[in-house]
């Protein structure tokens, strides 16, 4: 059974911080894997999606990997701002019907 | 460009009270999901479909039906609604393939 853990389960960082976010899952016969965003009470916001054959992926301040082999991802955080501030989730696809595994998030606060 | 739209977005329910989650998505995607989300316990996924007319179970199906009658619809149904219900549930869709997930704002559903 895939299992996801994040850890730090909380961060608290001050503004302008580069910071890193770290996922890591018990079965590498992964798909994808993504990064989503949720703000309290809100739904997921799709970050970053990468392949199982990709590295990573970038999209503005943001820098995901993946070392599928050795079963983990980091998503890169740069500049943190204050809107920054939400649970980050970290969730692999595999499976015969492609489901996600979600790891329990990492609630992060950028102090101004 | 609605993508995932799920309603109701907030419901009260006694225990032994019937209702009905509907997800719809424009999306033309094939698959689609029921996920629930509890503090500490993170997403966990309910049922899932591969297509039309079809539906499976996923890790916590017990005390849930589904029915996947067109395409663009996912309905959770509780036949006896039961405090241990109480949670927000997540619908999400996808296409087969390497593509990521797409996931609905929300139900958020209190049985008392």
């Known amino acids: 059974k895939q299992e996801v853990t994040q850890i730090p389960a909380a961060l608290s960082v001050p503004e302008g911080e580069n910071l890193v976010l770290n996922c890591s899952f018990t079965?590498?016969?992964?798909?994808?894997l993504q990064w989503f965003r949720q703000d309290p009470g809100k739904g997921l916001t799709s970050l970053l999606l990468?392949?199982?054959?990709?590295r990573e992926q970038t999209s503005g301040r943001l820098n995901a990997s993946l070392d599928k082999s050795s079963g983990r991802s980091t998503l890169y955080i740069a500049a943190s701002q204050p809107g920054d501030s939400a649970t980050y989730l970290c969730a692999v696809i595999s499976g015969s019907a492609r489901q996600l595994t979600f790891g329990s998030g990492t609630q992060l606060t950028v102090l101004p | 460009n609605a993508g995932v739209t799920q309603t109701p977005k907030f419901r009260v329910l006694k225990t032994g009270q019937s209702m009905t989650l509907l997800c719809a998505q424009d999306?033309?995607?094939?698959?689609m999901y029921w996920y629930r989300q509890d503090p500490g316990m993170g997403l966990r996924l309910i049922h899932y479909s591969v297509g039309e007319g079809t539906t499976a179970k996923g890790e916590v199906p017990d005390g849930y039906n589904v029915s996947r009658l067109k395409k663009q619809n996912f309905l959770l149904g509780l036949e006896s609604a039961a405090p241990s219900q109480t949670s927000v549930y997540f619908c999400?869709?996808?296409?087969?393939?390497?593509?990521?997930?797409?996931f609905g704002s929300g139900t958020r559903l209190t049985v008392v």
């Open positions: 990468i392949q199982s054959s990709q």
């Open positions: 999306m033309n995607h094939e698959y």
């Open positions: 999400a869709s996808r296409q087969p393939g390497l593509q990521g997930y797409t």
């Open positions: 079965d590498s016969a992964i798909y994808n």
